[in-house]
């Protein structure tokens, strides 16, 4: 069982990175499904899967301690497409970390993060 525990934690390691360890123009994966509610559509949520892939478009930091991460969908499942900003927890981290996400025109993903979190496990494989 302690074998099992190992393995499970040492391919968390392997499939999850840190936010300061994504490199903008390299495609990632998230590593949890996230639904966002859209603003053109009341009631309507966009659902992002691990099986979405995303491109690393910019990396900036915002003028209140945030990194801003701008991804790129590979697939675009409407260019008119946006959500509200959410705040999402991020599955495998202790303590918890939430950041931002929010679906944008063109199909962008802006992901807001506290400096503090920057060495946390990110949602992006």
């Known amino acids: 069982m302690f074998l099992l525990i190992m393995l499970s934690l040492v391919m ?5 990175s840190t936010w300061l360890n994504l490199q903008e123009s390299k ?3 998230l590593t949890q499904n996230i639904s966002l509610p859209q603003t053109e559509r009341s009631g309507s949520l966009l659902s992002l899967s ?6 690393l478009k910019t990396l900036e930091r915002s003028s209140d301690n945030l990194m801003v991460y701008t991804f790129q969908q590979q697939v675009c499942p409407g260019p008119q497409m946006r959500t509200s900003l959410e705040i999402i927890p991020v599955q495998e981290t202790s303590p918890m970390v939430e950041v931002g996400a929010q679906f944008i025109e063109d199909c962008e993903l802006k992901i807001f993060i506290s400096d503090q979190d920057l060495h946390s496990t990110s949602i992006f494989k």
Not at 12 to 16: G, H, K, L, S
Not at 50 to 55: G, N, P
């Open 12 to 16: 968390t390691e392997v499939n999850a």
């Open 27 to 29: 495609n990632y994966q």
């Open 50 to 55: 691990q099986d979405d892939v995303f491109s």
